[in-house]
């Protein structure tokens, strides 16, 4: 496997709300709001396609978060697990069981790498389908599937497309203003879990600006369950293991 072809994949896998009271898009301010998942502890399973170049990849995930701080991902194909990542606030951790390597990236590092502005944060509101930067005060459009709007932060475009059915994040697309590069990420087929709605479906697709050919990435959960008691986020690092 690829150094480039296997950051994809953990990216991607780390790129797959709640709303108590659905039915209502507005608060009583007539403010957009939409209301994230309340847990602390999350679990579930997924089944994930890569699609890069004509290189395709189909894997499976078993996704651990602690709400805020820790996102645990163990990555498996035909029974064996191939690559561990483990995502803190500050860190990213990637062991590639494979090829006997492991790599450790910050943000800061992995944002200047892809010119991307990488977060713990963004990180987890994209796996959970959650806004990005909560809505402030910008013009919204209405139409008879969203309330869209869109905002700037820093080099970047976002505009939001929340689903006046659903009530929950439909659609986002990032945007570079410096490179036009862009990337569409779509939640669909929500699902109740303890009165949480998260997206069971995630599509996702990188487009260049170039003629390089796009990015397809699509995740489907199989299972997602919140815990009420603390989970382990095992990850160490074998002394036969080459840091790259």
């Known amino acids: 496997m690829s150094k480039r072809l296997f950051f994809a994949i953990a990216i991607a896998v780390t790129l797959s709300a709640c709303n108590k009271k659905i039915g209502a898009v507005f608060s009583r301010k007539d403010k957009l709001e939409i209301i994230n998942p309340d847990f602390k502890y999350l679990t579930s399973k997924a089944k994930f396609k890569f699609d890069d170049k004509g290189k395709r990849v189909s894997a499976n995930a078993n996704f651990r978060i602690s709400k805020d701080s820790v996102i645990w991902i163990s990555i498996s194909t035909f029974g064996f697990e191939g690559a561990r990542v483990l995502i ?57 599937e969203y309330y869209s709007y869109h905002y700037l932060k820093g080099a970047y475009d976002f505009q939001n497309f929340i689903g006046n059915r659903s009530m929950k994040l439909e659609k986002v697309k990032v945007q570079s203003l410096a490179s036009s590069n862009s990337i569409s990420v779509k939640y669909s087929d929500f699902i109740r879990v303890k009165d949480q709605i998260f997206p069971n479906e995630i599509a996702a697709q990188i487009d260049y600006a170039s003629d390089k050919p796009n990015t397809k990435i699509n995740i489907s959960y199989s299972k997602m369950e919140i815990e009420s008691i603390p989970l382990r986020f095992p990850y160490s690092v074998s002394g036969k293991y080459e840091r790259k």
């Open 88 to 144: 803190d606030t500050s860190l990213v951790r990637v062991l590639d069981r494979l090829n006997k390597k492991y790599y450790e990236y910050s943000f800061e590092e992995l944002s200047e790498q892809y010119n991307f502005d990488f977060s713990f944060k963004m990180v987890q509101s994209v796996l959970l389908g959650n806004l990005i930067a909560p809505y402030s005060n910008e013009k919204y459009k209405k139409t008879d």
